[in-house]
């Protein structure tokens, strides 16, 4: 208890900051950054270089209650198809702005559900995207699988298109959970589809676990914990549910006395974390676990960790194209957003142009800040010779940031003989708290998730 009595006294269970997967976060996006911006950074591209390729399916045949990710619902495929239709479009149009020979090094479908799509859809939009996008060497396909919107012949056409990384989510196995969040889904069939994964060759496998859910005790999170090491997967990840009805008005169905406590919270988190790591999971950032020799736990012992939209990666791809609603690219320039509402998505793209409707141009400070944001999350530790090394003078400008939070977390926080700073082990939970202290952007109205 000496450890929560202390993240207490510093603040962590009062404190909501950005999750930081970009620097700078989606709330300082301006619509002044569109898609004239987006154009330019698609035709500056390096060939040499592969990127990486998102993909967002934004519908659902069921909406879960917890979830705040931009999703629609639909009983029937008639709008999935037509939206297919407009991904298509869209793929044309970003080809027009491609130099030639640009390749593609990882493509991730999330959603939404994706594997909502029938086997068919799935092989039209994979040829749709290669044909844009030809694969390079090495080259990695996942996909965010609902268990209870798959089946053999969807997970064979996805093995066809070259899957070979599936994440499932889970979030909790007790039936009173599941019911308080509006997802039902029997142990029974993730484990069926785990089986049909791993029958068809797909090698490696994340679970998606969520702590913080209404009606969550430590328990029931055991129990669920128990069931997900049973299904052997290779990565874990452990989110926590950031309650914002104000932006996802379906979080208004959830109890809201029904949620644990901060601290509770953190115990939760916890026991999780202690038991992944006891059954030969590294602990990876923040919220990932890997088993040894996984490419995440590779990355993270080598120093090639990074950190996108998806969470903890090995990609090192500079490049992340977004294609469909809301999908976020990323450039070395700066970031551009599709419009986030599907009608206004679909209108952009019918129009003749590129979706980009907000973003941000990268200043030379941004990217020596979210550099070292990213270290700090990625390695708890800020490398000052690191940072000159890419940035060269300008990166010293952190130094009175890296005096102040030593200042501010004296009992975990320490300077490096680089004249950077290392979080102790007790203090990695105050991961994004010290981050934000690196963030030279003040996000009007932006409320973010809690750090506990």
């Given amino acids: 208890m000496e450890q929560i009595a202390q993240l207490r006294t510093l603040g962590l269970f009062d404190a909501r900051v950005p999750r930081y ?57 008639s709008p999935v198809e037509s939206y297919l239709g ?97 997802r039902p889904q029997s142990f029974e069939v993730t484990r069926d589809c785990v089986a049909m994964l791993r029958e068809a060759g797909v090698a490696s496998l994340n679970a998606d676990l969520v702590y913080g859910l209404p009606h969550q005790d430590a328990a029931r999170l055991a129990d669920t914990v128990d069931k997900v090491l049973s299904l052997a997967p290779d990565r874990l990840a452990l989110f926590g549910y950031a309650h914002v009805p104000h932006m996802s008005k379906r979080q208004k169905l959830i109890d809201e006395a029904a949620l644990p406590g901060d601290e509770a919270r953190f115990r939760l988190a916890r026991l ?32 090639r960790l990074r950190r996108n939209f998806q969470g903890y990666t090995e990609d090192t791809c500079p490049t992340l194209i977004g294609l469909g609603t809301s999908s976020i690219s990323r450039f070395r320039q700066g970031y551009v957003q599709n419009a986030p509402a599907t009608p206004a998505y679909v209108q952009r793209i019918e129009a003749g142009g590129l979706a980009g409707a907000k973003g941000h141009l990268n200043t030379d400070e941004d990217l020596v800040r979210g550099r070292a944001i990213e270290m700090l999350m990625c390695d708890f530790a800020i490398d000052q010779d690191a940072l000159r090394r890419e940035a060269g003078p300008l990166a010293d400008i952190l130094l009175p940031v890296h005096a102040a939070t030593a200042d501010r977390f004296a009992s975990v926080v320490a300077r490096t003989s680089d004249g950077g700073i290392r979080l102790a082990p007790g203090g990695r939970p105050l991961a994004r708290m010290v981050a934000r202290g690196y963030d030279g952007y003040a996000a009007e109205n932006a409320v973010f998730s809690k750090a506990s």
């Fill in 272 to 303: 999780a974390a202690e038991t992944f790591t006891a059954a030969g999971f590294r602990a990876i950032g923040i919220d990932h676990f890997a088993l040894p020799g996984d490419g995440l736990a590779r990355a993270a012992e080598t120093g």
């Fill in 86 to 182: 407009t991904l298509e479009a869209e793929l044309a149009v970003v080809a027009r702005h491609l130099p030639k020979g640009v390749r593609m090094g990882r493509l991730h479908w999330g959603g939404g559900t994706p594997t909502i799509l029938p086997p068919h859809m799935i092989a039209r939009l994979s040829d749709a995207v290669r044909d844009v996008f030809p694969v390079a060497d090495e080259f990695e396909f996942s996909v965010e699988i609902d268990p209870t919107m798959v089946d053999a012949d969807k997970i064979a056409a996805l093995r066809a298109a070259g899957l070979n990384r599936a994440s499932i989510g889970i979030q909790d196995f007790s039936p009173d959970v599941q019911a308080a969040i509006g």
């Fill in 21 to 77: 997967t970009s620097y700078p976060t989606a709330p300082v996006f301006s619509p002044a950054t569109g898609a004239d911006f987006q154009a330019e950074c698609l035709a500056r591209l390096d060939p040499a270089e592969p990127v990486s390729v998102y993909v967002h399916i934004p519908f659902c045949e069921r909406l879960c209650w917890f979830c705040a990710c931009h999703t629609q619902g639909t009983r029937t495929l």
